[in-house]
């Protein structure tokens, strides 16, 4: 934010007085407190566990060895704690607040109020919102409640999160959010955008059995090593006697841990991929998943700054693939790239990334990487290619897990090149495009020395000629000091 | 090695190339002044250690001070006379119409290509040494953090030359992320 903006801001500030705020959903301090006390009762278990005597004095407690005064008094100095608690957020909600207001640019303003002690007044001007999205975690869900979240470009400390509000409430305010950013590009938004579920023209969905194949395909290796260390364990357990097992513990722990670890992430992204669906709404995508907790993001197409296939070993078989999107100053997934489609078949993923992005991937030539490559790389070099299409370049890597990446050129900020010594001994360098900070580095891995040459010299010139303005920066550059 | 490809890549023919000014190389020699110092105190300490103490593992540790000093030293001259006269004269930056080249680098080279339009900032820096000196340090800001076109020892006339010529072209073709 520009020195610009400091005027209307404080023209707005004025003229929204605590009245006009929105409050956000009653049950927000429960909700709210739910984690202080779980918080407090870690640490309340944390006393305990250092003085074991104090347990078995509440064991004693409860069974009637100890006067009841006390016992009574611990437990109403329990609730005087969850009460202070629930009042203190009950206050903190009451000075919490937001509201729409339009006055002071034509795009409308977001206020938030905040802050029992440290008061915090945030405003977001709406027109440089990247996305809005609906979010219901488990317990939340369970009464119907969703939290409202708002994406800068500025990335995650910018963002604010209105948690919670009614479901409905929560989708209304999206709509509006999403109404006073379209003004500001001056682009139709259909109304139907508003409506949760139906909103937006169903593009795909990915059905339960065809996830888990999906996903359990993907981690086989996960799988496999943990079937083969349960047969062993067993097996050595026969042998050496269950004794035997324990004396090697130390080693044993830490390996299944790890093993643990990497199922519990496959897990994890079967949870989050469940019930994926992919809509379209005026302004771009609109992804909705989640078993336990349903995330719903909407994905602006002028944010997409890279879009990557993957085809995971197991799924070419299968004719499978991913795609994934890079968005600039994405707050969350940012090295991995939000899911734009965990599964699809090869051929609708491409017709996805060309509708999304325009670019129409196997079409160009492939150009290989250098043949000296495959001193330097001898398992992925044959997968090395870069292949350059109208809009923007693809590069491709990945013996494993097959992977193309297509960045546009109208998000390029520079073109570099390295090369280091066992490059220059033969006759390679590497090629790199210098993405907005959210986004992965494009790299075409050892090129030969003429080929990169003359690929720097084509990136830079359609870097150069691609330098369409996002349609979202101008108007606000304009209208600054209107 | 007028016409090979890594002149073609690194250093393109035709352009007009500025190197950075030769003043740099005293700037980067500064620290290894401070490695040599130190190298002649481990040196001095480790005489003074063996001298005093006549017990069994005084040697010992002569030998090791004496040869973490020798490695300091000899690290100090070979940069001093080989690794940064190379890595300043290395340092070159070409203005091409619609954007700027930085090539630095010899062990590992490196060519950075900025077209006008993309740059958001440009820094003209200088530490005290730099500027008394009389050099500075051009920097180029893009929407990426993997841009890396830093101008160093550039005279601070000319920096400042650059960085109005950069603006004004910049403005001009200004783009958005």
């Given amino acids: 934010m520009s020195a610009t903006d400091a005027a209307p801001a404080a023209a707005t500030q004025a003229s929204a007085s605590a009245s006009t705020l929105r409050r956000l959903h009653p049950l927000t301090p429960f909700f709210r407190s739910w984690q202080l006390v779980g918080a407090l009762a870690a640490s309340g278990f944390g006393v305990f566990r250092d003085d074991l005597d104090k347990l078995k004095w509440i064991w004693r407690a409860l069974h009637g060895d100890v006067e009841v005064s006390l016992l009574m008094r611990a437990?109403?100095?329990?609730?005087?704690?969850?009460?202070?608690?629930?009042?203190?957020?009950?206050?903190?909600?009451?000075?919490?607040?937001f509201a729409i207001i339009t006055d002071a640019s034509p795009s409308g303003t977001l206020l938030y109020h905040r802050g029992l002690i440290v008061r915090q007044r945030s405003q977001v001007r709406l027109n440089r919102v990247q996305s809005v999205d609906v979010n219901q975690p488990f317990l939340p869900r369970l009464c119907g409640l969703a939290a409202v979240r708002l994406d800068m470009a500025a990335g995650e400390g910018a963002s604010v999160n209105l948690a919670y509000l009614r479901r409905q409430d929560a989708w209304a305010l999206r709509a509006e959010i999403l109404r006073h950013t379209a003004v500001a590009r001056s682009r139709p938004t259909a109304a139907t955008d508003s409506t949760e579920g139906a909103g937006g023209e169903l593009i795909a969905e990915i059905s339960t059995a065809r996830m888990v194949q999906a996903n359990l395909l993907d981690g086989v290796v996960a799988w496999v090593v943990l079937v083969v260390w349960v047969v062993a364990l067993?097996?050595?357990?026969?042998?050496?006697?269950?004794?035997?097992?324990?004396?090697?513990?130390?080693?044993?722990?830490?390996?299944?841990?790890?093993?643990?670890?990497?199922?519990?992430?496959?897990?994890?992204?079967?949870?989050?991929?469940?019930?994926?669906?992919?809509?379209?709404?005026?302004?771009?995508?609109?992804?909705?998943?989640?078993?336990?907790?349903?995330?719903?993001?909407?994905?602006?197409?002028?944010?997409?700054?890279?879009?990557?296939?993957?085809?995971?070993?197991?799924?070419?078989?299968?004719?499978?693939?991913?795609?994934?999107?890079?968005?600039?100053?994405?707050?969350?997934?940012?090295?991995h790239g939000a899911s734009l489609m965990p599964v699809a078949d090869r051929r609708d993923a491409v017709a996805l990334i060309a509708e999304v992005t325009g670019a129409r991937l196997d079409e160009a030539a492939v150009v290989p990487a250098g043949a000296q490559a495959r001193w330097l790389d001898p398992w992925v070099a044959r997968h090395l290619g870069v292949e350059l299409l109208d809009r923007g370049a693809v590069t491709r890597w990945g013996r494993w897990r097959r992977t193309q990446f297509f960045v546009p050129y109208a998000r390029v900020q520079s073109v570099?090149?390295?090369?280091?010594?066992?490059?220059?001994?033969?006759?390679?360098?590497?090629?790199?495009?210098?993405?907005?900070?959210?986004?992965?580095?494009?790299?075409?891995?050892?090129?030969?020395?003429?080929?990169?040459?003359?690929?720097?010299?084509?990136?830079?010139?359609?870097?150069?000629?691609h330098r369409a303005p996002l349609r979202r920066l101008e108007p606000t550059l304009g209208t600054g000091d209107r | 090695m007028s016409d090979s490809p890594v002149q073609r890549?690194?250093?393109?023919?035709?352009?007009?190339?500025?190197?950075?000014?030769?003043?740099?190389?005293?700037?980067?020699?500064?620290?290894?002044?401070?490695?040599?110092?130190?190298?002649?105190?481990?040196?001095?300490?480790?005489?003074?250690?063996?001298?005093?103490?006549?017990?069994?593992?005084?040697?010992?540790?002569?030998?090791?001070?004496?040869?973490?000093?020798?490695?300091?030293?000899?690290?100090?001259?070979?940069?001093?006379?080989?690794?940064?006269?190379?890595?300043?004269?290395?340092?070159?930056?070409?203005?091409?119409?619609?954007?700027?080249?930085?090539?630095r680098g010899r062990l590992v080279r490196r060519l950075t290509v900025i077209p006008y339009g993309r740059m958001q900032v440009i820094e003209v820096s200088a530490n005290p040494v730099s500027a008394r000196l009389g050099i500075a340090t051009v920097t180029l800001v893009t929407a990426s953090a993997s841009t890396d076109a830093r101008i160093p020892g550039v005279p601070v006339d000319v920096a400042q030359e650059l960085r109005d010529r950069l603006a004004a072209k910049g403005e001009a073709l200004t783009a958005g992320l």
């Fill in chain 1, 75 to 97: 437990v109403g100095v329990l609730l005087l704690v969850a009460l202070a608690l629930v009042f203190v957020s009950w206050l903190s909600w009451r000075v919490t607040g």
């Fill in chain 1, 234 to 335: 067993v097996v050595g357990g026969v042998v050496f006697g269950w004794r035997g097992l324990v004396t090697v513990a130390p080693g044993i722990v830490p390996v299944t841990v790890g093993i643990a670890v990497q199922l519990r992430r496959q897990v994890a992204s079967m949870m989050r991929d469940a019930n994926f669906r992919l809509r379209r709404t005026p302004t771009g995508i609109q992804t909705s998943s989640g078993l336990t907790s349903t995330i719903n993001r909407t994905i602006d197409l002028d944010r997409i700054q890279g879009v990557r296939l993957e085809e995971p070993y197991l799924w070419r078989r299968l004719g499978w693939a991913r795609v994934g999107v890079d968005i600039a100053g994405a707050s969350d997934q940012s090295h």
């Fill in chain 2, 9 to 103: 890549l690194f250093a393109e023919p035709g352009l007009e190339w500025r190197s950075v000014s030769p003043k740099l190389t005293i700037e980067r020699r500064l620290p290894l002044l401070g490695l040599l110092l130190f190298g002649l105190a481990l040196l001095a300490f480790g005489r003074f250690v063996a001298e005093q103490s006549e017990a069994a593992g005084a040697d010992l540790t002569g030998a090791l001070f004496s040869g973490l000093a020798a490695a300091a030293l000899v690290g100090a001259v070979v940069g001093w006379f080989f690794v940064v006269p190379r890595v300043v004269s290395a340092w070159r930056y070409a203005e091409r119409e619609q954007d700027l080249l930085v090539s």
């Fill in chain 1, 416 to 465: 570099s090149a390295r090369q280091g010594p066992v490059q220059r001994r033969l006759g390679l360098a590497t090629v790199y495009l210098d993405m907005p900070s959210g986004v992965q580095r494009w790299q075409a891995q050892h090129r030969d020395m003429a080929e990169a040459a003359a690929l720097v010299g084509e990136l830079a010139g359609q870097a150069r000629l």
